[in-house]
Nanobody
Framework: QVQLVESGGGSVQAGGSLKLSCEAS????????VAWFRQAPGKEREGVAA???????TYADSVKGRVTTSKDNAKNSLILQMNRLNEEDTAMYYC??????????????????????????WGQGTQVTVSS
């Protein structure tokens, strides 16, 4: 079992930055795939950034070059640094963790890091609102 708690959301003007944090409790954090998702009103939840157990990162095309995620296995945490925010980034942001340990393409050839189906554990979310 893994429990996840996000923090760091808020309101920011377009062009600004935010840093989201996810604190995890439970076991095998270092061996799990972890990710950030977001969901805007009326839209499906979409993957933003993911890290597998080798440390390899995957980013959605919509955030590439603006967003960086990092996983700290010693602190059981996950960070999402978002820069040059725009109104389309407005959403509830969720931290997620998978069940597979380890988790990388070498043990799961069908791994899809930005798919909701890969993740069994979810936080409650933190709201990000970007205004023009």
């Amino acid at each position: 079992q893994v429990q996840l708690v996000e923090s760091g959301g808020g309101s920011v003007q377009a062009g600004g930055s935010l840093k989201l944090s996810c604190e995890a409790s439970g076991n095998s954090w270092s061996g799990r795939c972890v990710a950030w998702f977001r969901q805007a009103p009326g839209k499906e939840r979409e993957g933003v950034a993911a890290v597998d157990s080798t440390g390899r990162t995957t980013y959605a095309d919509s955030v590439k070059g603006r967003v960086t995620t990092s996983k700290d296995n010693a602190k059981n945490s996950l960070i999402l640094q978002m820069n040059r925010l725009n109104e389309e980034d407005t959403a509830m942001y969720y931290c997620a963790a998978g069940d597979w340990v380890p988790c990388h393409p070498g043990v799961r050839a069908t791994l899809r890091p930005l798919s909701v189906d890969e993740y069994a554990y979810w936080g409650q979310g933190t709201q990000v609102t970007v205004s023009s």
